[in-house]
Every structure is written in structure tokens, then in C-alpha cells.
């Protein structure tokens, strides 16, 4: 178990192309998430799968953006049609153990993240 | 509708003092977790720890215990013993249980820097 990985980590991309990143969750883990992170704030959700379907989008996921996770394994995002505003950090993170802690929840473990800069 | 507050934006501590970074949040949620997150500048979110809503007890873990305060709706992380490895960016987050939902809240996180 080597935890979350993420390729590629850097991203440079001129405006209007195309670009996809992907995600490896720890592998027992079913559940996977996508975050954005511009420069001061925290990560916000995007979406989240639990094995291969899509269950949770939110709205800040526009049309020009897509995941998926075919085979409830790894996922991708991409991202069409690139903008400038485009330009942050995208995380993903992976649950599904049973956590440690007494509670509900599953904390997730995150990637390293993929850093995008749209010029 | 899910919130979290972290008005410090920037703390020092001094090298093996204790220090307390404050999150205060806001939901609907009868039920709901707590977390505190490091990002050093490497940029990966590392998990430091988790505090249920109706966990009678704070929780703690090695050097970082939570000051859980649920009438005040305040998370605060107390690092006790900083090391200079402590410096980084501090996220607290929240998620709340109702209808399956899956996301978590951040705030805008704390800036620490541990000096020797």
C-alpha cells in the first residue's frame, strides 16, 4: 500500500487544449474524490465516486470538466477547453476503510495533487 | 449548508511550545465529523485527526488533541510540543452524514511557523 498517487504532477497547458490527470487510490479503498485548491484557500469538492459511479457532483464542476472511474479503480478529470481560471492544484483522495476512530466516517487520504497552470 | 471559519491566517510558535489553531464551524447536520489536515509545501493533505460529533470524549492523537466544544460549534487543534517539522498549512474540515453525503468542507486553512 503505497498510498494515493497522482499523474502527472505538474501540468503546464496553453489555453483552449485539452488536458487529463489521473488518480490511484489506495486499492482496498472504494470510495474516490476530486478536489480544487487555488493559491490561499482550502481544497473544494468537485465529485466523488463510490466504486465506478459517480454519486456526488458539485456545481463548480462545469460542463468543460469530466470524470470518470471505469472500473471503480483509478479515475481521470479531465478538462476541456482549458482556461486560464482553470490554474490550481486538483487532488484526489480515496476511503473506504473502516476508520480507526469512533464515529461514521472514513477519513480520506490524499494524492500528492497535479499542479495546472493554463498560459 | 456546511461552514467552516479559520480566522488566523498566519501563527508562530516557538520550538516546543504548545499551540492552538482555532476552527469554528456551522451546519444543519445532527451528526457530523471533524477533521484537521497538514499541507506542508509539498502540497499532499496529510490526515492528523478526527472528532465525531457525538464522541463523548476530544479525541487525541500522539502530539495533536482536539479541543471539541460542540455548544460553541469550535474544533480547535492543539499542538502540543512543536517541532520545527510542524510548519505548514493547517485545514480544518468537516463533513456532515446526512443523506449519504460524501463531501467535506475546508476552511482557508492557517499558515504555522515553528521557530527555533
Known amino acids: 500500500d503505497t498510498g494515493v498517487s497522482q499523474n502527472p504532477r505538474h501540468k503546464i497547458t496553453k489555453r483552449g487544449q485539452n488536458v487529463t490527470f489521473r488518480c490511484d487510490p489506495i486499492?482496498?479503498?472504494?470510495?474516490l474524490y476530486w478536489y480544487r485548491q487555488t493559491l490561499g484557500q482550502g481544497p473544494e469538492f468537485l465529485t466523488y465516486?463510490?466504486?465506478?459511479?459517480?454519486?456526488?457532483k458539485s456545481r463548480l464542476l462545469s460542463d468543460r470538466f469530466s470524470a470518470e472511474r471505469p472500473k471503480g479503480s483509478f479515475s481521470t478529470l479531465e478538462i476541456q477547453r482549458t482556461e486560464q481560471g482553470d490554474s490550481a492544484m486538483y487532488l484526489c483522495?480515496?476511503?473506504?476503510?473502516?476508520?480507526?476512530?469512533?464515529?461514521?466516517?472514513?477519513?480520506?487520504?490524499f494524492g500528492p495533487g497535479t499542479r495546472l497552470t493554463v498560459t | 449548508a456546511q461552514k467552516i471559519t479559520q480566522t488566523q491566517p498566519g501563527m508562530f510558535v516557538q520550538e516546543k511550545e504548545a499551540v492552538t489553531l482555532d476552527c469554528t464551524y456551522d451546519?444543519?447536520?445532527?451528526?457530523?465529523?471533524l477533521f484537521w489536515y497538514k499541507q506542508p509545501s509539498s502540497g499532499e493533505m496529510i490526515f492528523l485527526i478526527y472528532?465525531?460529533?457525538?464522541?463523548?470524549q476530544n479525541a487525541t492523537e500522539g502530539r495533536y488533541s482536539l479541543n471539541f466544544q460542540k455548544a460553541r460549534k469550535s474544533a480547535n487543534l492543539v499542538i502540543s510540543a512543536s517541532q520545527l517539522g510542524d510548519s505548514a498549512m493547517y485545514f480544518c474540515?468537516?463533513?456532515?452524514?446526512?443523506?449519504?453525503?460524501?463531501?467535506?468542507?475546508f476552511g482557508i486553512g492557517t499558515k504555522l511557523q515553528v521557530i527555533p
Open positions: 472528532q465525531g460529533s457525538y464522541d463523548q
Open positions: 486499492s482496498e479503498h472504494n470510495r
Open positions: 483522495a480515496s476511503s473506504g476503510r473502516p476508520s480507526p476512530h469512533a464515529g461514521l466516517t472514513y477519513e480520506q487520504y
Open positions: 451546519t444543519s447536520d445532527p451528526s457530523y465529523g
Open positions: 474540515a468537516m463533513r456532515g452524514f446526512s443523506g449519504g453525503y460524501q463531501k467535506v468542507t
Open positions: 465516486f463510490q466504486n465506478e459511479a459517480q454519486l456526488e
